[in-house]
């Protein structure tokens, strides 16, 4: 069933087994593997089915340094199907490293080794609607794929690994009408959770309290609760909850906000081989049912160990578009056109820095000079973005110069210091508004130093060619465009112990026996990886578990009206 909160009467109780916060990737992946379950569900989701100026800006706050991170209200949509209504779709599991506990990095291990995902990584695959769970090109392609760079040898990079591309599916969109006819799901649209009863011990959720933005309140009483708000949302309300834990829910050692992360990430450097001719296969490749897949450098394990680094993956890119000697009419076209693009696509795009005139004039040259590439390409381009089901994830281009950037994505290390708090002004519900104090450290930025001095040795020792950057503007280039925006990780940590960790290896909040947190906000380390196949992993794995626990804890009694 799917309501609207604001038809419901103002004071309303709504009972339920399991009360789910937040209806993004997440939120409706638990909600989905709950269906047939016999248990009663009610998703809460903030906003409505469209983007609404009112909801998004309940998310709005500040931050520390504009410079390093974007304002709150952006990467980020308030609305059924969270920010799944904007992801790029890249699904990539985390690698078996990233689960360890690294003797070089404090705050690494999760409660888990990654072969416990496994089994919730295939259905978090096929939610996500990415194909085959197969991560290696040997594995998704019957016969062999041509070299990325023709001989480039490495004992420190792979280029077998492999990205592959949801459609990319808006989760509220695809799942809606399942999750609406489902007899044991309520789904309420404008419902915002805005507080957290708890027993006077504080070790049980008692009562949900919701409000809409025209004032109405009502109250969910569940045997279980979930938080799936996304990696900030969860701090703030657990932040701004205080009647039992005066620091907050799972706040008591002051932990809630801290290790916020997100990724190192940007597009540096020349490559240029020496071959004019040699053929580049840097591009998508199509894999069974049309899923784009594409592959990338990725660091080995056993160097990240040897070297103490983090983990890193790199492709290879288009040269900054900004400056037109690229001499590539589509580049420049993109360039041109850069005020057209979203914020969150646009922003790395160009770097921002103004144009001169005859950079513009450059530009236009460069679309003239190029017209039936540029015109072929704008064709192509509508026919697999706008018309395909399954869109084209990005441009790739052949540049004309024949030189290539490298566009890299690298973990960062956890530290109390990185962090996300309450400011002092209010929405328009009266909830604490959010502060982003995003912080890198020195290893954030050894790591991809050490990966991309690896990068030039191997491209020259092939002897194919150089890959060339200024290393002592590294850090400024690397921080030009700040955090990776959309990766909101950390901020509500997984561990063992709860000297350490704010929830346990099932999700669960040390110390409240009925409260869950879905979401890269428990992510104790972030990987190379895009967030959202594991955050939907973690989410059926958290389902699977709630079923478990739930339906033998006593059968379910009560019937949400069809
Ligand atoms: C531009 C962009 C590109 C991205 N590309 C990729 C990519 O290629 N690959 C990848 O892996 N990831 C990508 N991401 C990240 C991806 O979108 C997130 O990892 C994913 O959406 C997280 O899902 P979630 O359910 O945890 O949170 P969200 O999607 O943020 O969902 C949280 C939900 O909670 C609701 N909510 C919030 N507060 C309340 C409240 N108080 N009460 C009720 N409901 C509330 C929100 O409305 C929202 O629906 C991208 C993100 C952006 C912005």
Redesign the pocket.
Known sequence: MLQDARDLTDGQLLEADICI????????AIALELLDSGLEVIL????GLKEERA?QA?YTGTVADAQLHSPPDR??????????T???????PFDDIDFEERPYLPGSGWPFARAALEPYYRRANELCEAGQFAYTADEAFASPLPPVVPGFASADYSTHQLERFSC?TNFGQRYRRRLASARNLRVLLH????QLSLNEAGTRVTEVGLRTLEGKTCRVHARHHVL????L?VAR?LLANRDTHREGIGNDRDLVGRNYMCHIAGTVGTLELSDPAAVISHGYDLAEGGVYCRRRFALNAATQRRLGIGNFIARLHHPRITDPQHDTGILSLLYLAKDFIPY??AKRLHGGEPATWRQWLGHVGNVCADPADTAGFLWNWYRRRHLATRKLPSIVVWPRARRFSLDFHSEQQPQAASRVRLNEQRDALGMPQLHVDWRYTPWDIHTVRCSLALFARDIRNSGIGTFTYDAAELEAEILRDGAY???HIGTTRMGDDPRTSVVNADGRVHGVGNLSI???ATFPTSSQA????T?VALAVRLAAHLKQQLQANCPVVRNVPA
Do not use: D, K, M
Request: proline share 4%; hydrophobic share 35%; with cysteine.
């Open positions: 916060a937040g209806a993004g990737a997440a939120g409706i809460l989701e903030s906003g909801s309940l990467y980020r949509q308030r609305r059924l199907g969270g920010s799944t904007l992801w790029g779709g890249r699904c990539v990319p419902a915002n959770i805005v799936a708000l996304g990696g949302e309300i969150e696509y925006g959309g990766h879905a979401g890269s895009n967030p959202t196949l955050v």
